[in-house]
Structure formats: structure tokens, C-alpha cells
């Protein structure tokens, strides 16, 4: 079946730490890449996208992820954390313009 | 900043009962979402509007849920009867496009508890 699975379920890490995310998808044809995070108590928001281009993108608060097709992979990073990084991070896939669908997501949990 | 607005925030219900979920997407997006997301997973699409045209309602259960968008602004999502196993964070979102290119954006959710 095809799906979008994220390799981390719980990550803890220090502040100033740098963060990887792992998100692996197996749709094929063109894709629509997304990270979404969740704070607590808050609304999914979007991190940012990729469409097609450069396939390093930059997104809000100092995040980035790249697309790597031959590895059907979209990993976020961010090169250091800090406490208000906390949250839950959802990778998501809209192949060929269908619907959006996610991953598990991954709880990250930063320690001041 | 525009945002998609759910009601209510918190339902408790019991098994068998009906319940109900409403959401007004942000002005001019012509695609509505509701999805659905259990504890430990991410949110699972239940059914998409185009207008008030349902145009994927694949992983709707169709026994017990109904959505409708009568006019092709706001949604309601109902539930009869209630099961355990639908205790759940509902989500609302909506888009400009029907590709959802520019990204959803989500409501703040119902979390549904069934007792």
C-alpha cells in the first residue's frame, strides 16, 4: 500500500542540538512534499513545501528539508533546536495533486 | 491570519448517541477537509468537498458518518450512532485549490470522546 512513514517516533534532544527528521514515501510520479508541525495545544501549521525546483527548501523558523527522489525522502532538519521547538512534527505527501496524506508523526521533545 | 473555525472544541458522548461536528473554512477556499486523527497516528482523510460537491469520501465510513456542505461554505460532520472507536481528534481544513498546493489549513479540531 502506499504510505508515508516516519522513521522517529519520540525524539529528545538538548537546546543548540541539531535535529534531523526522517520521512520516507512510496508514491511514484510527482509528488507534493510537506512538513506540518503541531505545538501543544495548537492547530497543525504549516513548516513549509515542496513543489519542484530546488530540492533544498527553506521554511519558517529556521527549518529546512530536502528532497532526495532517488530515495523517495523529504527529510527536515534544523541545525539548532531550541526549547519552543517542542512539538509534533507530521511529514505528508499529496501525490499528483490527490489527497494529502500523513505521516505518523514524530514528538519532539526539547530540553532547556 | 485568516483561520478554520471548528465547534465545539471538546464532545463527550455516549456509545449510540449522535453527535455532531461543524466547520467554517477560511473565506474563498473552495476545498473543505475533514479528517480524522486517532491518538499516536497522524490524521487520516475522511472525506473531501470541491464546493458543496463531495468529490472523495473513499475512507468514510458510511454506515454511521454523513458530511454535507449545503452551500459550499461551512461543513457539518455527523456521527450516528457514536461507537468507542471513534474517539478521536476531528480536523477541518480547507484550501484554494483543489491540489491543496499552497498547503491546508487546519482548525483547531473537535476532540471527540465516546463513553
Known amino acids: 500500500a502506499q504510505s508515508v512513514s516516519q522513521h522517529n517516533h519520540h525524539v529528545i534532544l538538548s537546546e543548540a542540538a541539531s535535529l534531523e527528521l526522517g520521512c520516507n514515501y512510496s508514491y511514484g510520479g510527482t509528488v507534493n512534499l510537506f512538513w506540518y508541525v503541531q505545538y501543544p495545544g495548537q492547530h497543525l501549521q504549516l513548516l513549509l513545501k515542496y513543489f519542484s525546483g530546488d530540492p533544498l527548501v527553506k521554511g519558517i523558523k529556521g527549518f529546512e528539508a530536502e528532497f532526495i527522489k532517488s530515495k523517495f525522502s523529504f527529510n527536515l532538519r534544523k541545525p539548532s533546536v531550541q526549547w519552543s521547538d517542542t512539538a509534533e512534527y507530521f511529514c505528508?505527501?499529496?501525490?499528483?495533486?490527490?489527497?494529502?496524506?500523513f505521516g505518523a508523526g514524530t514528538t519532539v521533545t526539547v530540553r532547556a | 491570519e485568516a483561520e478554520v473555525a471548528q465547534s465545539p472544541r471538546y464532545k463527550i458522548t455516549e456509545k449510540s448517541q449522535a453527535v455532531a461536528f461543524w466547520c467554517d473554512p477560511i473565506s474563498g477556499h473552495a476545498t473543505l477537509y475533514w479528517y480524522r486523527q486517532i491518538l499516536g497516528q497522524g490524521p487520516e482523510l475522511l472525506v473531501q468537498?470541491?464546493?458543496?460537491?463531495?468529490?472523495?469520501d473513499s475512507q468514510l465510513p458510511k454506515d454511521r458518518f454523513s458530511a454535507e456542505r449545503l452551500k459550499g461554505v461551512d461543513s457539518t460532520l455527523k456521527i450516528q450512532p457514536a461507537e468507542l472507536g471513534d474517539s478521536a481528534m476531528y480536523l477541518c481544513?480547507?484550501?484554494?485549490?483543489?491540489?491543496?498546493?499552497?498547503?491546508?489549513?487546519f482548525g483547531s479540531g473537535t476532540r471527540l470522546t465516546v463513553v
Open positions: 481544513a480547507s484550501s484554494l485549490d483543489s491540489g491543496g498546493r499552497d498547503g491546508y489549513t
Open positions: 468537498f470541491q464546493d458543496e460537491s463531495v468529490v472523495d
Open positions: 505528508a505527501v499529496n501525490p499528483n495533486d490527490y489527497k494529502l496524506s
